[in-house]
């Protein structure tokens, strides 16, 4: 496609139930990137694929986040037990390369955690 | 610790008056950074880094290393240039961005 795209765009789950955000970057991106932003904080960095090898997931924030990239292509986040903190906007970004500087973002998928 | 700080959450200037938006970072190695712009509606996207020395929609910053800045500056605004501005370092790996907070820029006719 032309950008990158995210679905859905807003998800209302109950705490303690399972979600899945999907990311489908721009054809022939290597890198992919997801990204939590919490109201009125800037984003911050959750994992990095190169491909369909996840080379960091360090900023996942608990063993309950999950994201996969099988073929290296679509990427799923998955947030399994949702707790309200979780709640936050979750950016999707990729790039032909690694380097940082030619990302394009994704609108995000706003999740809230009732 | 590498850190991002943009001490204004909310900056409001008449049009054609300069602006300036505040950047400071902690970073003990040589930094890249960046400003990204956020719209009304759309998704974030890059404005300028400071390796190109660009100027991009009337916009610069300047790398400040003493004073481990990177403001953003633009003489005269104008009411298009009302956004989220998000300074961002690149972290050593080349690819993780460490991000500010955010100012919102308002432009007042």
């Known amino acids: 496609g032309a950008g990158v795209s995210q679905s859905p765009r807003y998800k209302v789950a109950k705490r303690g139930q399972d979600v899945a955000l999907r990311c489908d970057p721009i054809?022939?991106?290597?890198?992919l990137f997801w990204y939590q932003q919490a109201l009125g904080q800037g984003p911050e960095f959750l994992t990095y694929?190169?491909?369909?090898?996840?080379?960091?997931k360090s900023g996942l924030p608990s063993d309950r986040f999950f994201a996969e990239r099988p073929e290296g292509s679509v990427s799923t986040l998955k947030i399994q037990r949702t707790q309200q903190e979780d709640s936050a906007v979750y950016l999707c970004?990729?790039?032909?390369?690694?380097?940082?500087?030619?990302?394009?973002f994704g609108s995000g998928t706003r999740l809230t955690v009732v | 610790a590498q850190r991002v700080t943009q001490p204004e959450k909310l900056l409001s200037v008449f049009k054609g008056a300069p602006v300036e938006l505040k950047c400071n970072y902690s970073?003990?190695?040589?930094?890249?950074l960046f400003w990204y712009v956020q719209y009304s509606r759309q998704r974030l996207q890059l404005l300028l880094r400071?390796?190109?020395?660009?100027s991009i929609k009337g916009f610069t910053a300047d790398l400040n290393k003493g004073e481990t800045s990177f403001h953003l500056k633009k003489p005269f605004a104008q009411e298009e240039d009302s956004a989220m501005y998000y300074c961002?370092?690149?972290?050593?790996?080349?690819?993780?961005?460490?991000w500010g907070a955010g100012t919102k820029l308002i432009i007042k006719p």
């Open positions: 961002a370092l690149m972290k050593d790996s080349n690819y993780q961005l460490i």
């Open positions: 970073y003990s190695g040589s930094p890249e």
């Open positions: 400071h390796i190109s020395r660009e």
């Open positions: 054809s022939g991106h290597v890198s």
């Open positions: 694929f190169q491909n369909e090898a996840q080379l960091d």
């Open positions: 970004a990729s790039s032909l390369t690694g380097r940082s500087s030619g990302y394009t």
